[in-house]
C-alpha cells in the first residue's frame, strides 16, 4: 500500500487542481502529491472548452477573489506562458457600447477596472473604436491592452510536465474517476475505477461535479452545480477579416453573462458567441444531450426555480440564440453591423459550471472552504483558467494553514 499513499490527494484534473498540485509541491518539494482525473486526458472540460481568453480583471466586484486573483494570476500567468515558451498574444480587447442606456455601466466597468489595478485600460470614442476593429460600430468603448489569448489546455498540459519533471514521487493519473470515499481518523481511502489510493489529506477541484465530490467526501454543500452551455459560431473565410482581435458588448448587469463577443483564438480563426442556455446534461456539449440523475437534480435544487423565475426573459432568449442562427447573427450584429449569415459557420461548445445558492442567487465569486482534512473548490467559474496560478497559490497558503504540513 506505501506507493498508493500520498500526502494530498487532488480530485480533479483541470487547470486549478494542476496548478495547486504544482503550487504545493514547490512549497513543499518533498510532499507526495497525487492528482486523480477521471477523463483520458487532463483539462477535458471547462479548462478545454473556454475562449481561451487571458481576462485583465476588468469587470470583477473589487475586493473579491475574483478581482484579486485575476489581476496577480494574469500577470503570473503570462510570466509562465513566456518562460515556457507557451503559445500566447497579449492583442488587447475593446468593450464596446452601441447605445447611450449602456454608457451609466461602462463607466462601472471602467471604474472597476481602475479600482482592481488594470493597467493601461482607456476610454475610447467611435473614431477610435474603428482604427482598432475597422468593421466594429460603437459610440464608446474601453480599450483593455492586456487582454490577451492563449490556449489553456497547453498551460495545463505544462503544469502536469513540470510536476512529473521536477517532483518525481508526485503524479498525475489519468482514467481514475473517483467514485466513493473512506474516512480514517489519520487518512482517507479514495476509491476509483482503477483501484484505492490512501491520502492523508483531500483537495477536491471537480468543476461540473465540485458539488457532488465535496458531498461524497464528506462536506455540507448548500450550493448545487447548474450547467449552462455556451454555443459558438465561427467566423467563415469570407468573414474573417471583420475581426482583429478581441470585441466585447457592455455586460448586461442584470443577467450574469458577458454577452455574445469576438475572440481571436491562438490557433487561427476566430470564434463568436458564447450564448449561454441551462444545459440537461452536465457534461453534454451537444444540443439534444440529456441526464435522467443530471437534469432531476438540478430541478430538485429550489434554487434553480429560483433562478429561472429571475431570469426567465434572459433564458428564453439565450434557448433562441442556440436553435436559431438567425437570432444569433441579429445579436452579433448589434457590434459588427455588416455582419452577414455566410460569415458564420458553426463551431464548438462549452459548458459552465454555475454554483447556485438556495435562493436561486448565482454565486459569483470563487467559493473555496475546508471541512476537516479536506479543501473544497466548490465554485471556479470565469476568470478560474486565468487565474489559476494565484488560486493555485491561495490553495497552497489554505493547505499550509489547515493541514500539518512541514
Known sequence: MENTHFDIIIVGGGIVGLASAYKINIKYPHK???????????AAHQTG????????????????Y????????????????????????????????????????????????????VEGIEKIDGKRIKEIEPFCVGIEGIWVPCTGIIDYADVARKYVELIHLKFPQSKVLTSHEVTAFEKYENYTNVITSKGIFKGTYIITCAGLQSDRIAK????????????????YYDLSDKG??????????????????????FTRMIQGGTECGPNA????????????????????????????????????????????????????????????????????????????????????E????????????????????????????????????MASEHFDLH
Not at 474573417?240 to 463577443?261: C, D, Q, R, S, T
Open 240 to 261: 474573417l477579416e471583420k475581426v482583429k482581435n478581441l470585441i466585447y458588448p457592455v455586460p448586461n448587469p442584470k443577467y450574469p453573462f458577458l454577452g455574445v463577443h
Open 66 to 117: 475574483k478581482a484579486k486573483n485575476c489581476v496577480d494570476g494574469r500577470r503570473e500567468l503570462v510570466a509562465f506562458a513566456k518562460e515556457h515558451n507557451i503559445n500566447h498574444d497579449i492583442c488587447g480587447k475593446i468593450v464596446v457600447a452601441t447605445d447611450e442606456s449602456e454608457l451609466a455601466h461602462m463607466n462601472k466597468v471602467f471604474n472597476n477596472g481602475l479600482a482592481n489595478g
Open 32 to 42: 507526495k502529491i497525487l492528482v486523480l482525473e477521471k477523463e483520458k486526458e487532463v
Open 277 to 360: 442556455v441551462f444545459v440537461f446534461k452536465r457534461e453534454g456539449y451537444g444540443k439534444t444531450d440529456f441526464s435522467l440523475k443530471d437534469t432531476a437534480e438540478a430541478f430538485a435544487f429550489g434554487g434553480t426555480w429560483k433562478f429561472f423565475a429571475k431570469n426567465i426573459k434572459f433564458g428564453w432568449d439565450e434557448y433562441r440564440g442556440a436553435f436559431s442562427k438567425t437570432f444569433f447573427l441579429h445579436r452579433l450584429r448589434k457590434l459588427i453591423p455588416s455582419l452577414e449569415m455566410d460569415d458564420l459557420k458553426p463551431g464548438r461548445a462549452g459548458v459552465r459550471a454555475m454554483a447556485l445558492a438556495p435562493e436561486g
Open 362 to 397: 448565482m454565486i459569483d465569486d470563487f467559493k473555496i472552504e475546508v471541512n476537516g482534512n479536506a479543501i473544497h473548490v466548490l465554485n471556479a467559474p470565469s476568470p478560474a483558467a486565468t487565474s489559476s496560478l494565484a488560486i493555485g497559490t491561495a490553495i497552497e497558503k
Open 49 to 64: 472548452h473556454n475562449s481561451g481568453v487571458i481576462h485583465s480583471g476588468l469587470y470583477y466586484k473589487p475586493g473579491s
Open 216 to 231: 461524497k467526501e464528506g462536506a455540507k454543500v448548500n450550493t448545487a452545480i447548474v450547467g449552462f452551455r455556451g454555443d
